[in-house]
């Protein structure tokens, strides 16, 4: 229980210290989410479009994030996310 406590008191010291940031993660979390409930529960019949669009707002949101926090290595992961979504997207509408 007191990992779940350690959790939600970080998420209130980061909402305190940082509103905009901690919003922008939010959103991205959430919009990463999506786009997996989307794969998973659609996974016949998904729209892919849906799912290349959530997950490039979330790599933006997590980019930034990663930005503002100077966490070098979860800036180079979101490029990459970023950039495949991309290519994805590219590739679909050829």
């Known amino acids: ?3 779940i406590q350690d959790i939600l ?5 980061d909402f305190i210290n940082n509103k905009s940031l901690f919003w922008i993660e ?3 979390t959430f919009c990463a989410m999506i786009s997996s409930i989307i794969l998973c529960i659609f996974s016949n019949h ?13 790599n933006i949101c ?3 994030s ?5 966490i070098s290595w979860f ?8 950039l495949t979504n991309v290519i994805g997207l590219v590739l679909y509408f050829k």
């Open 9 to 13: 008191q970080h998420w209130k010291n």
């Open 26 to 28: 939010v959103v991205g």
């Open 66 to 70: 990663a930005y503002r926090r100077k």
């Open 75 to 82: 800036i180079v992961l979101n490029i990459f996310y970023f």
């Open 1 to 3: 229980m007191n990992f």
């Open 62 to 64: 997590f980019g930034i």
């Open 46 to 58: 998904t729209n892919i479009i849906m799912v290349f669009l959530f997950y490039m707002v979330a």
